[in-house]
Each structure stands twice: as structure tokens, then as C-alpha cells.
């Protein structure tokens, strides 16, 4: 199975919302409420930041959020800070113990 | 507050094997959770390697399920990454992690991360 697709960047300025897509198909993130996020800052380990498609652990900001629709997934970022320049990658279970991660998406804050 | 560290050798001869450990610490690597690895190539994001349960059981990705072994010593708190028949396309960041119990399909815990080089 392909990696899931996100677009390899996004930036906003600071306060702005940006919203970072990551699709798959019917088999992963159209049949599973599995979708996750990570943040990944430079030389760091990913941090998971939403799970089960739109729940925040707890310490994440509220500024973040996750939301679907069909075969596609979306987190979105508020009020864009300095802090939260990285890259975020998504991940959905794709059925039959398998695991998918996305392309990764490079936020840059303007 | 578990910790994971990855070690092993940083350079690998082509068609030679992969070898890692995953070292716990702050915690129990019989603790009801499933550990994972996972690598990160430059270029094509993050990828799901396998994980292996406490009990030893073990799922892969289909893609490298020939060549990769996963496997786990309760008595020295690790589990470990086996990967066959590398070439360049093998030269990644490998990371271990834990698969949350309270998250589904979520790694929450993850080591610091290894360079493996795949070259002559």
C-alpha cells in the first residue's frame, strides 16, 4: 500500500489559521477512525498531537485540531505561533495490522 | 516516565543485515503494551517498520515483511529490529516506539532516533 499523500508544504503567518491535508483511500482513512498527527521539530523525535482523527492528548494546545471527511484527513492549526514551525505528518491503521504514515507537510511560520 | 533508546551500528555493507536494539527504560517492556520501529528516510516521511507485543507476537508492514524480524528479552527490558538484505534504499533515521494503550494506532513514546548508512 502507497504512503498517504500530504502536500510537502504550508505556511501562514503568525495568528493566521493554516489547514494541512493528507489523503488515503477507502481502505485506510475512509474505513478507520484511526487518523493521528504528528509534530517532528528538527533533529527531534515525532510527537503525536491528535489521535483517533480529532482528539488532543492532553497538553496539546487547543489550537490544534483534526477533523475528516471520506478519504481524507485535515489538521489544522490556529493561531499560528512561532513554536509551531516543523513538520507534521499524519499516520491512519490501513486494516489487517498494517500502519500508514503520510509524506509529511513542512509548516513554516511567515 | 518511560525513555527508549535506540543503539547499534551506524554503518551497514550492502546486502548485509540490519541490526538495532531498543533499550527501556523507566518502565516494563512486559507492560500490556505493543512496541514498535519505525524509520524515516529523507525525502519519503515516516514508515511503519512492525511491532512486536509482550507476549512476542508480531505484525510487519507487507512491504518489508521478508526481510525484517522483530523480536523481544523480557529479562533485559529490550526488543530489537532485524532487517536482511539491505541496500541504500535501507539508509534511514530508526526510531522505536510505544504504541499507546490508551490511543489507538498511536505511538506515544519514541526513542531519540538512529542514522543507519547503507554503504560500502
Known amino acids: 500500500q502507497s504512503a498517504l499523500t500530504q502536500p510537502p508544504s504550508a505556511s501562514g503567518s503568525p495568528g493566521q489559521s493554516v489547514t494541512i491535508s493528507c489523503t488515503g483511500t477507502s481502505s485506510d482513512i475512509g474505513d478507520y477512525n484511526y487518523v493521528s498527527w504528528y509534530q517532528q521539530h528538527p533533529g527531534k523525535a515525532p510527537k503525536f498531537i491528535i489521535y483517533?482523527?480529532?482528539k488532543r492528548p492532553s497538553g496539546v494546545p487547543n489550537r490544534f485540531s483534526g477533523s475528516k471527511s471520506g478519504n481524507t484527513a485535515s489538521l489544522t492549526v490556529s493561531g499560528l505561533q512561532a513554536e509551531d514551525e516543523a513538520e507534521y505528518f499524519c499516520s491512519s491503521y490501513a486494516g489487517f495490522n498494517n500502519l500508514l504514515f503520510g509524506g509529511g507537510t513542512k509548516l513554516t511560520v511567515l | 516516565q518511560v525513555q527508549l533508546q535506540e543503539s547499534g551500528p551506524r554503518l551497514v555493507q550492502p546486502a548485509g543485515t540490519l541490526s538495532l536494539t531498543c533499550t527501556i527504560s523507566?518502565?516494563?517492556?512486559?507492560?500490556?503494551?505493543?512496541w514498535s520501529w519505525v524509520r524515516q528516510t529523507s525525502g519519503k516521511g515516516l514508515e511503519w517498520i512492525g511491532e512486536i507485543s509482550q507476549s512476542g507476537r508480531t505484525e510487519y508492514n507487507p512491504s518489508l515483511r521478508r526481510r525484517v524480524t522483530i523480536s523481544i528479552d523480557k529479562s533485559k527490558n529490550q526488543f530489537f529490529l532485524r532487517l536482511i538484505s539491505v541496500t541504500a534504499a535501507d539508509t534511514a533515521v530508526y526510531y522505536c516506539?510505544?504504541?499507546?494503550?490508551?490511543?489507538?494506532?498511536?505511538?506515544?513514546?519514541w526513542g531519540q532516533g538512529t542514522t543507519v548508512t547503507v554503504s560500502s
Open positions: 516506539a510505544r504504541v499507546s494503550t490508551d490511543y489507538y494506532y498511536t505511538m506515544d513514546v
Open positions: 483517533e482523527v480529532n
Open positions: 523507566g518502565g516494563s517492556v512486559s507492560r500490556n503494551s505493543w
